[in-house]
């Protein structure tokens, strides 16, 4: 009979142990970092050294 007891005490007090809180989990939001450039500052450079080059052979 002691060794009912004591499974039922057992029992109850590791059912409690996992049971959790009432207050919500807080989650992080993930982090996203965006580019700053765009597609067109990549083109814009190389074009105007082009136009610089084609000035020049053309005086």
């Given at each position: 009979?002691?060794?009912?007891?004591?499974?039922?005490?057992?029992?109850?007090?590791?059912?409690?142990?996992?049971?959790?809180?009432?207050?919500?989990?807080?989650?992080?939001?993930?982090?996203?970092?965006?580019?700053?450039?765009?597609?067109?500052?990549?083109?814009?450079?190389?074009?105007?050294?082009?136009?610089l080059?084609?000035?020049?052979?053309?005086?």
């Amino acid at each position: 009979m002691k060794k009912l007891v004591l499974a039922a005490a057992l029992t109850a007090a590791a059912s409690t142990a996992f049971a959790g809180s009432l207050a919500d989990p807080i989650i992080e939001a993930p982090v996203i970092v965006e580019e700053s450039t765009s597609s067109s500052s990549g083109v814009l450079i190389p074009l105007a050294l082009l136009v610089l080059v084609a000035a020049a052979v053309a005086d």
